[in-house]
């Protein structure tokens, strides 16, 4: 288990992280990243606190891409591995370092972050997430409209509704005993 290094006494003032998360993703299909995958949130050691600047998390070993997110309320500008920005998805490689940093306005670094990254044999449950095909989003998107169309009964739910309620005014104009069909 790694001791935390926490900024100085004399640094306590420097721009800090807000909120650091890593999610690490394994392919489906045989680690082909074509279909999809599935993204597993990573446990960093210790558990996060702004003054902490070094890290250690374990990830699964079938995992090859991590997910990186890091921001500040300082005003100060992010870099994940050098690259400006607040979220990064970067490939994985055994006993990896990735830094964060923050900069102050002539892109000097004000306050360095860094996670050690190591693999291992472990279970892992996430969330899967598909890559869709314009095809595939079309389909999903008519399979919702359709569903709204036809998502209510009049009859308890016994049976699904199939009438086009798009001319239905909703209203009348006796109280309710009938409904206005103009």
Do not use: W
């Amino acid at each position: 288990r790694r001791r935390a290094r926490a900024l100085p006494p004399d640094m306590s003032m420097q721009p800090a992280l807000a909120f650091f998360s890593v999610d690490a993703q394994i392919p489906l299909a045989g680690g082909i990243d074509a279909e999809g995958f599935t993204k597993v949130k990573v446990q960093v050691e210790p558990a996060f606190a702004p003054a902490v600047t070094e890290y250690a998390a374990v990830v699964p070993d079938k995992a090859t891409m991590i997910c990186l997110g890091a921001s500040t309320f300082s005003g100060k500008a992010v870099k994940i591995n050098g690259v400006p920005g607040s979220l990064a998805t970067l490939p994985l490689a055994p006993s990896a370092k990735y830094v964060v940093t923050l900069h102050e306005a002539d892109d000097s670094v004000a306050t360095t972050y860094t996670l050690a990254v190591t693999q291992s044999a472990i279970d892992a449950e996430g969330k899967v997430v598909k890559h869709s095909t314009e095809e595939d989003y079309a389909a999903e998107r008519e399979a919702r409209k359709e569903a709204q169309k036809h998502g209510h009964s009049h009859d308890g739910g016994a049976t699904i509704c199939t009438k086009d309620h798009s001319h239905d005014h909703g209203h009348s104009h006796d109280g309710g005993k009938t409904e206005c069909h103009e």
